[in-house]
């Protein structure tokens, strides 16, 4: 009988890793570089600190705007629609020009209803926009 000739059957069944070890690496490379450009979007809420100290007596008047588990809107204890807060902002600040606007919400409620305060707020040309967390009891915390 004659041999075949050609490989042996130990040489036929070496598998050669390089190719694929350069496409890991290759990967690997490409999601480090991309994943450091990638940056997370927010809202830069301006939060002050808590305090068991009441305010001062003498502190100035502001202009306080409720926003309530449901999402309704609520100044000087009535209930304002979202399209009228800048103009109620505006009459306030006309009896108070130097008053910090400090809009306190619910936990549940909507970002989107506070930046639509926060944003009418700023229309109104007032000088600073605070929010102020509420609890369940819906008194600032």
């Not at 306080?64 to 807060?85: F, L």
């Amino acid at each position: 009988m004659r041999r075949k000739k050609g490989r042996s059957q130990d040489e036929s069944n070496d598998i050669d890793l390089t190719p694929m070890l350069d496409v890991v690496f290759i990967m690997l490379i490409f999601f480090i570089v991309t994943a450091s450009f990638v940056r997370e979007i927010g809202i830069d809420t301006n939060v002050p600190e808590d305090t068991d100290q009441p305010p001062p007596t003498d502190a100035d008047p502001n202009i306080v705007v409720r926003i309530t588990r449901d999402n309704q809107i609520w100044m000087e204890n009535r209930r304002v629609e979202e399209h009228a807060v800048r103009s109620n902002i505006e009459r306030m600040r006309a009896e108070l020009p130097e008053a910090t606007v400090i809009v306190q919400t619910h936990g549940d409620a909507h970002a989107g209803t506070y930046v639509a305060v926060a944003d009418a707020a700023r229309e109104a040309r007032a000088p600073s926009v605070v929010l102020v967390p509420m609890d369940e009891r819906g008194a600032a915390r």
